[in-house]
């Protein structure tokens, strides 16, 4: 047995068994308590989680958004594109869902139905997003094998972002439902979640359906990516034979099937259990013991936001080369900043130049001036490049 504080209220102290089983029934809800589940060593495992997961995700997710912001190549080009999207959606996934998620559970805090929603509707928009740019992930690879000849043309930079575009749009109006009506008129109504307050049981079926739509797409569409490069593979193996490279190599296909079943592995796993939970309480009562597993359940939708940069960003070689130059050229910018505080005016605008220059041609300043290490040498260059 344990005693909940309802906080500075008079209200008197309510009483109720935490672990047991028997359905949600039959119980006070006073500024939400019935679902503030958790006990004092599940508020530390999971504000643990949350502190840890929350700061690394925004992190990696911000580099990955500056590192295809800054490069010109990159966000040109629609798969990056999704990339940098499904990175803003996880941004967003890190702060919303780590701040409300906290400040419920572990701090108790009790907001108007309004307030509460419109912190849940911004959680919702993260991480319906992030699953959605996932699927134009997948559709992207899709094309760029079944239509490699004509993928230029059917996915164009325009088309990328109309579809970003769309999918934003689509699921801020999903996500905000509630706040503009459709929500539980009463906490403990037969038609009210039991694990979100204010939800009704309907919008959650709703919402459910609608990512685990997402997600059957995005399986398909791996899995077709497979069957065509399995096909691929063989096609080139039988006319080929075995010898050559083929033996000495891992088949194309087999490296795909590796890599997207790790994908979708974490996608699978992350996503499933909690919305499990969510099918489950739309059709029966949940008890204490499963909200309390729900609350762990829904931290690993928080822990695939973490992962989807190291799967899915830096596994391109192009955007690792990026950010490789991106870090250069933030040294490069602090060596001649050092150098033009130890050297005369003069010197320094000269260095100050090179700097510009020679990181735009991907050489480091220090083996250009190296090499021209004097104003004679430099007139020289000039005259060579010029007889040339």
């Not at 690394?56 to 999704?82: D, K």
């Not at 439902?177 to 037969?190: A, F, H, I, K, Q």
């Not at 077709?224 to 033996?247: F, P």
Request: aromatic letters at 10%.
């Amino acid at each position: 047995m344990e005693e909940w504080d309802v906080g500075p209220s008079l209200v008197p102290v309510q009483v109720r068994d935490i672990t047991t089983s028997t359905p949600r029934v039959n119980r006070s809800c006073k500024n939400l308590e019935c679902y503030m589940i958790l006990v004092e060593k599940e508020k530390m495992a999971i504000g643990s989680i949350c502190f840890l997961a929350g700061p690394f995700t925004l992190l990696e997710n911000v580099l990955v958004l500056g590192v295809i912001a800054t490069t010109a190549t990159l966000r040109q080009r629609p798969s990056y594109i999704f990339i940098g999207s499904l990175a803003l959606a996880d941004v967003f996934a890190s702060c919303f869902f780590t701040t409300s998620f906290l400040d419920f559970h572990l701090f108790r805090r009790h907001d108007d139905p309004t307030a509460y929603l419109f912190k849940l509707g911004g959680v919702t928009v993260a991480f319906t997003s992030s699953v959605g740019s996932l699927l134009l992930t997948a559709l992207d690879r899709y094309l760029c094998i079944h239509q490699a000849s004509s993928y230029k043309v059917l996915l164009t930079r325009r088309r990328a972002l109309l579809s970003l575009l769309t999918l934003w749009s689509t699921t801020i109006f999903i996500s905000f439902l509630p706040l503009m009506g459709w929500r539980c008129p009463e906490v403990l109504s037969l038609t009210c979640s039991s694990l979100f307050p204010y939800i009704s049981k309907g919008y959650l079926a709703c919402w459910t359906s609608f990512i685990l739509v997402l997600l059957a797409l995005i399986l398909v569409a791996y899995a077709l990516i497979l069957w065509k490069a399995h096909r691929h593979e063989s096609s080139m193996h039988s006319l080929q034979g075995a010898a050559g490279t083929g033996q000495a190599r891992m088949r194309m296909d087999i490296r795909l099937a590796r890599t997207f079943g790790l994908i979708l592995l974490i996608l699978v796993g992350c996503w499933l259990p909690a919305l499990s939970f969510m099918l489950a309480d739309v059709a029966v009562l949940l008890s204490c013991f499963q909200q309390r597993a729900f609350a762990f359940c829904s931290t690993l939708c928080l822990v695939n936001s973490a992962i989807n940069p190291l799967l899915y960003a830096l596994r391109c070689r192009e955007l690792r080369v990026a950010l490789l130059q991106l870090l250069q050229r933030v040294r490069d910018i602090g060596r001649c900043k050092k150098s033009t505080q130890d050297t005369t005016p003069a010197l320094a605008s000269v260095e100050d130049n090179n700097c510009t220059v020679f990181t735009m041609e991907g050489e480091t300043p220090r083996a250009r001036i190296s090499r021209l290490d004097s104003i004679s040498e430099i007139v020289n260059n000039h005259q060579m490049n010029d007889r040339k």
